[in-house]
Structure formats: structure tokens, C-alpha cells
């Protein structure tokens, strides 16, 4: 499989979502990709959110009432699993939809007119359907889900980014104006007061909703957790530090914060 469901208490409405975190690349998939090994490696350590899946792993462990983990087990650079697989995905501006054809500094991933629509029916739709059905179960047992993104950024802008403008705190909570509720918002922010100062929607926002209640079903509660990568490991993509317990920490009040 390349994802993983890690099961939490069947009373929790939480599930810690974990999409960027890997740095695998399938045989089939690395050959449409024209970067050779040194540089495919440089751009994997922009590009992924590394550790995130053990900070994840880490805060479930330690939490009252342990939640619900989803994992991507392949990088972004197979599919991005949290963009919009249409024209509505505002990164396509830079080759960064779906299905990547640039890199972080604007150079070629894959060839000009790759058809992405392979990658999607082979990765993007089945990760989609398998969140969807995990926020569909959270629903049935609980009669709501809370989804948290565990995210990293890097401390300074890369070429890429289209909001890198502005504030880059220690910690961005990325928000949704139908699926972010003020409680969420406001236990996320009491959860990571200790990790410094905790921004809004800086410089990167919104948050991952499974297309099927996406905009149109208000018990799905979504919020996205931004770490800045300088926290918790030696950039751009190095072993992590002791930050990271202290992020696990906060992370885990984050979802005892939320009632079961």
C-alpha cells in the first residue's frame, strides 16, 4: 500500500494526516523524472516535510486518547495528494499541481506535456478515496472528524512559493473559512504557545479536506499544523533534533484539547 491507516481509539474524531513526510520514489515513477540522482536528492530535501510522520507518530503515542494517523508512505514528488487534481489548484501556476512538472527553484521535474493522468489513477485517486473512507468511518463512529495536517516549511522562502512574502513564524496554523471552527482554532493555538510565536494562515494556508465533504459538510473540522523546519532539524532536509519532542508534545495536547 502506499499509504498506512494507523489505528486510534474508536471513540476518537481525530485523525493526524501525514502527506508529505516521505522521500520514496517507485522504480516507474523515478524514470519520468529528469533530475539526475544528486539533484533529485537536493530537491527531495526542499521538498519534503521530513520527520513529520514521526512527530505524528510520536504525539499518538502520548496522547489520552490516541488518534487516528494517516501516512503517505511515497513523496509529493510521485503525486501531491492535497492539491486540487483540476484547474481550481492555484499552484499549477508553477508547475506544482497534482502531479509535479517543476521544482522548488523553477526547474524541470518531468518533460513538457507529461500526461499526469496516469500518476493520478494509479496514486492521487486511490490515497483520495482511502482518506475519504477513514473521515466516512470517524463520521460513523464518532458523528464527527477533526483532521490536523502535520506539515514543515523551510525557514526561508524557496523560488516556488507564491505567499513567501510574508510572516514565517515557529509555527503557521493553516486555516479553512467553512471547515476551521473557532475552538479548533483557538486549542491549536494554546496547544503551541510554548513552540514560540504561533501565526495565522502565514505563509502558507488552507487546510486538507477529502473532496466528498469538502466546502459541504460542517462536521468535518479541518486544520493544518506548519512547523518551521529550523525547530526541529538542521536544514534543508537533516536528522532531527530535540525540538521535535517538544513539537510531539504540543501536538498531543493539540488533540487531547479536542473532546472524544
Known amino acids: 500500500m502506499n499509504f498506512a491507516l494507523s489505528p486510534g481509539a474508536e471513540h476518537s474524531p481525530v485523525i493526524l494526516h501525514v502527506p508529505h ?21 537536493r530537491e527531495l530535501d526542499h521538498i519534503t516535510d521530513s520527520h513529520t510522520a514521526l512527530l505524528a507518530a510520536e504525539a499518538a503515542e502520548v496522547c489520552a486518547v490516541r488518534p487516528w494517523v494517516f501516512t503517505n508512505r511515497l513523496s509529493r514528488l510521485v503525486v501531491d495528494p492535497e492539491r486540487f487534481p483540476d484547474e481550481r489548484e492555484e499552484m499549477l501556476a508553477v508547475g506544482m499541481g497534482a502531479v509535479y512538472t517543476r521544482t522548488t527553484h523553477k526547474d524541470v521535474l518531468r518533460a513538457e506535456g507529461t500526461d499526469p493522468e496516469p500518476l493520478l489513477a494509479r496514486y492521487f485517486r486511490p490515497y483520495a478515496e482511502a482518506m475519504a473512507d477513514a473521515v466516512a468511518a470517524r463520521l460513523a463512529a464518532t458523528g464527527r472528524a477533526v483532521i490536523v495536517d502535520v506539515h514543515s516549511y523551510p525557514s526561508r522562502p524557496l523560488p516556488y512559493e507564491l505567499h513567501g512574502d510574508g510572516p514565517r513564524p515557529p509555527v503557521c496554523l493553516g486555516t479553512d473559512s467553512f471547515h476551521t471552527p473557532p475552538g479548533l482554532l483557538a486549542a491549536a493555538r494554546k496547544a503551541f504557545a510554548e513552540c514560540g510565536e504561533v501565526g495565522l494562515d ?25 512547523i518551521r523546519r529550523d525547530t526541529y532539524l538542521t536544514e534543508p532536509g537533516g536528522p532531527a533534533g530535540p525540538g521535535l519532542l517538544r513539537l510531539a508534545e504540543a501536538l498531543a495536547r493539540l488533540v487531547d484539547a479536542l473532546p472524544g
Not at 505563509?203 to 493544518?224: C, K, N
Open 21 to 41: 513526510s516521505s522521500r520514496e520514489i517507485p522504480p516507474e515513477v523515478r524514470s519520468g523524472i529528469v533530475l539526475d540522482d544528486p539533484a533529485l536528492a
Open 202 to 226: 502565514s505563509p502558507f494556508s488552507g487546510t486538507y479536506v477529502p473532496l466528498e465533504f469538502y466546502g459541504t459538510d460542517p462536521r468535518v473540522s479541518a486544520l493544518m499544523v506548519e
